[in-house]
């Protein structure tokens, strides 16, 4: 029938005066609610009212909740009630859909109460409806609690439970009760399976889900559109892409979000190419929706393709669609991706509705490309519209982090505290992280003092900002601090404390973190992997960085470049060049800093010719253009062998201007080979450079002090103190028994000091009666010669291997660490000392190891 027939009926019946009869009235309110038009359902209802016929009051109560005028529906049965109409077992379903669609907790326990009074509770129908409104209020309690007093169930009552639990994400729930249904001999329908299909997938639960898709083919439900979109939401969580694939392209019929789930299903699976080639193909034959044309939005993006981005953008347009904040939110992070920054303030102009994101969102696309004077701007806008949120807070803290601005950070720090955002466990994390990069260690230290709660980030950055600092024993302590507090270290927390034992070469603190490593599952993570190489390495267990080399199943370029520089440290050349071969032909391409190990690992084994062979490869072979470091290592690779004539000659030959670092490594190798016509002419240079680094100035120092110009060294010296520089003084440690000691040069004020100075002046009559002479050169001051011998005894090196004889058993080796280059006399000195006293001793210093053996040395004198 049409409206126009029902029209030509209801006039019948008004004819004929049956337009009160309680039978027609109910009828047409009935028949004209269907036709979506509840006005004249209404007019119907108001030629029969004021009426005491249940019949007539649940027609229009059922037509209102039939069209969604779910408030006017409620309002009918209140006027029944009061009219003393009592409601029928066909009055209170609509009713309490009613409550249940408009969320009206209060209405429905009331109704729920008049269905208990009048004796209705055991009504099936009535029973369903109140486990469907309890289940939409998410009052799962109530709903399984009316669910169990219900005499009498049907499929309806269980769907009505299981959607429950499936909807409201209690999942395991979902599933036990499905199968607690299928017990019962409930036969599932459509309705059943839909609901039961999201669980599976949120559980990723395969079994089950695989056991409902044979299910929903064995009863014939796989036509059902609804159910077939169901198993294609489960296999995308099951990233099963094949099995849905064969879902989409086997349905007969497909809607909206047939479509929907499987752009946005390879879009979440980051396969945007193809995610993009189906809204191609849906937008032949079926017309996308805003979710869909969203993420297609946001797989360009994530292609960067701009121009098939525009095309989207355009069609949005030509086809109607109301943008909503969402949908421009993605197109501003869209254009962003994709580079243009002017499309994105465009859209982010015109928008007449912002929320935080979208000012979070354009903020964003500056920081992406390094705008942050716009960045201020904006952020300056969004306070007076008072949209600045926690996230704003973070970005506008890493912007100050960037710029190393320690103002513009306080500044920020100020806003956070007056906005209340410092309670913000991720707010103070970046202002821990700001002002330790900022170079504010006591500042960073405060907020984190602060903080009344500690996560496992906040612990990473204190730890990050520490190493930064230099503080490495604070942060060592910050590492036992976190222990203590029972937070779980993660392979951020393993990389921030590696470096630490790699600087006090604590092998056995580093060997404790292996362990936890293995522990913990991170040894397979190829940055922790790579981090535990040089760890090793630089503890002097280069055995130990070979082994979990050899255990690594992923290696990337760092690790080859870990392990060449461990080599390289060694002074095991040809080991490394063997590794750089191994690297090249597993396919693993070496970058600038492969190139930097390489170099430098042939120049203290004197591979001049296998050196530069690696200088020539890098642009021959890989089109990388040498940077200065590159340069520095190849004049030091030449001055080191003492071919100091050519390493000039390849400096005045350089592309670019040589730096400090480049005079620096052939005057430190004048030094030692003695060209003092060169190096005084090379210190010149190094002085008209004013570097900031302290070292190029004191390596100067030291010529003029061997050629006896101590005008020129007071000179220099004066300079440093003007310009507010400081030597770094040297420095040795040792660790003994779980404790590290530490020895300054001239240092009288340490434990056995006086046991110290005898042992050396014992050991120095055994040298001389072996040949050995100090080498007054390497005195710096001038001073008579008696005072330049004792002077050179009170190298820190050479007073942690005598606290070292003293304290440790004899025969076992030493492992003595220096801050400084290990000067020419303490490496005589040690040589005599390995043969005298029959101990193997192990030196880092600045460059490299030194295995003292025997009277001899593993850098065979190229250090």
């Known amino acids: 029938s049409t409206t126009k027939q029902l029209h030509r009926i209801h006039s019948i019946i008004i004819t004929l005066g049956l337009e009160k009869s309680s039978f027609f009235s109910g009828k047409l309110i009935s028949k004209y609610a269907q036709f979506k038009d509840p006005k004249s359902s209404f007019s119907v209802f108001h030629q029969v009212s004021p009426t005491a016929n249940v019949y007539q009051w649940n027609s229009i109560i059922r037509a209102l909740t039939h069209n969604g005028l779910f408030t006017k529906a409620l309002g009918f049965y209140g006027k029944m009630r009061k009219l003393d109409v009592l409601p029928d077992k066909c009055t209170l379903p609509s009713v309490i859909n009613s409550c249940a669609a408009l969320v009206d907790i209060e209405m429905g326990q009331v109704v729920h109460e008049n269905v208990l009074k009048m004796g209705l509770g055991s009504d099936l129908y009535i029973g369903n409806a109140l486990v469907d409104m309890y289940e939409r209020f998410g009052c799962m309690d109530e709903a399984l609690k009316m669910f169990d007093e219900m005499p009498e169930r049907d499929v309806v009552s269980w769907n009505s439970l299981i959607s429950g639990y499936s909807a409201n994400g209690y999942w395991v729930e979902a599933l036990e009760f499905y199968n607690m249904s299928r017990m019962e001999g409930i036969m599932p329908d459509s309705f059943t399976v839909s609901s039961v299909l999201p669980a599976c997938g949120g559980l990723v639960n395969v079994k089950e889900g695989e056991l409902l898709h044979c299910l929903v083919e064995k009863i014939g439900l796989h036509g059902d559109v609804v159910v077939s979109n169901g198993l294609l939401s489960m296999y995308f969580k099951f990233n099963r892409l094949v099995e849905a694939r064969r879902i ?19 879009s979440q699976m980051e396969l945007f190419k193809e995610s993009i080639e189906l809204f191609m193909l849906m937008v032949n034959r079926f017309k996308p929706d805003l979710l869909t044309i969203t993420s297609v939005l ?20 030509k086809g109607g669609f109301q943008s909503d904040v969402t949908a421009d939110n993605i197109l501003i992070d869209m254009y962003a991706k994709c580079g243009d920054l002017l499309a994105s303030r465009e859209v982010f102009d015109r928008m007449m509705c912002k929320d935080s994101v979208s000012w979070n969102s354009m903020i964003n696309c500056y920081i992406q490309h390094l705008n942050y004077d716009e960045v201020l701007k904006l952020a300056m806008i969004m306070k007076v519209d008072m949209k600045v949120d926690s996230v704003t807070c973070v970005m506008l803290l890493s ?11 306080k500044e920020i720090h100020c806003d956070i505290i007056k906005l209340g955002f410092d309670s913000d466990v991720i707010v103070n994390n970046s202002m821990v992280d700001m002002y330790a990069k900022c170079g504010l260690i006591n500042d960073s230290l405060k907020v984190f003092e602060n903080m009344k709660t500690h996560d496992r980030v906040t ?37 921030g404390i590696l470096p630490m034992c790699s ?6 603190q580093g060997k404790e973190i292996h362990g936890c490593i293995f522990r913990f599952g991170f040894e397979t993570d190829v940055p922790t992997g790579n981090a535990l190489i040089e760890m090793y390495s630089k503890c002097g267990s280069l055995k130990n960085s070979i082994q979990v080399f050899d255990r690594m199943k992923v290696r990337d370029v760092v690790t080859w470049t870990a392990m060449i520089s461990a080599y390289g440290m060694y002074g095991e050349g040809g080991k490394a060049l063997r590794a750089f071969e191994d690297m090249k032909a597993t396919g693993v391409v070496p970058d600038h800093v492969t190139f930097v190990a390489i170099i430098y690992a042939c120049s203290h084994s004197g591979l001049v010719e296998e050196g530069l062979a690696c200088f020539d490869q890098m642009q021959k072979d890989y089109n990388l253009e040498p940077r200065i470091e590159h340069y520095a290592c190849v004049v030091d690779l030449l001055s080191r062998s003492g071919l100091i004539t050519k390493a ?4 005045n030959s350089m592309p670019l201007k040589p730096d400090a670092s480049i005079w620096g490594s052939l005057l430190s190798a004048c030094r030692s080979t003695g060209n003092i016509l060169v190096a005084e002419r090379v210190a010149e240079r190094i002085l008209e450079q004013k570097s900031n680094d302290t070292g190029y100035y004191v390596l100067a120092s030291n010529v003029y002090a061997i050629l006896g110009k101590w005008d020129q060294v007071r000179m220099i010296r004066k300079s440093i103190r003007a310009r507010g520089l400081k030597k770094d003084p040297g420095c040795s440690w040792i660790e003994i028994k779980r404790r590290l000691y530490v020895f300054g040069t001239g240092d009288k004020f340490f434990e056995q000091f006086e046991e110290v100075n005898k042992l050396l002046g014992i050991i120095s009559g055994l040298m001389a009666k ?24 009170g190298h820190s090196e050479r007073l942690a291997i005598a606290f070292g004889l003293l304290n440790t058993e004899p025969g076992t080796p030493l492992q003595i660490m220096k801050n400084l280059r290990v000067c020419g006399d303490c490496h005589t000195v040690t040589k005599y000392i390995s043969m005298i006293m029959q101990r193997e001793i192990l030196v880092r210093d600045a460059n490299r190891f030194h295995l003292f053996k025997d009277g001899t040395c593993s850098c065979g004198d190229h250090w």
């Open 770 to 793: 072996e040949g050995y002479v100090a080498d007054l050169r390497y005195v710096l001051h001038d001073v008579e010669e008696d005072e330049k011998r004792d002077m050179l005894c």
């Open 503 to 508: 600087f006090f070469a604590s092998k056995r």
């Open 648 to 651: 000039e000659d390849f400096i």
């Open 298 to 317: 946001r797989a360009c993006g994530h292609l960067r393709d701009l121009e098939f981005g525009k095309f989207v953008h355009e069609y949005m347009k």
């Open 248 to 266: 989409f392209d086997e349905m007969v019929v497909r809607d909206t979000v047939s479509w929907n789930t499987l752009i946005c299903g390879y």
């Open 399 to 409: 912007v100050s982090t960037q710029l190393a601005d320690k103002e513009l950070g």
């Open 459 to 495: 612990w990473n950055t204190i730890v990050a900002a520490c190493v930064q600092s230099g503080d490495f024993t604070l942060g060592l302590r910050m590492i036992n601090q976190m222990r203590t507090e029972g937070v779980m270290p993660d392979a951020a927390t393993v990389l």
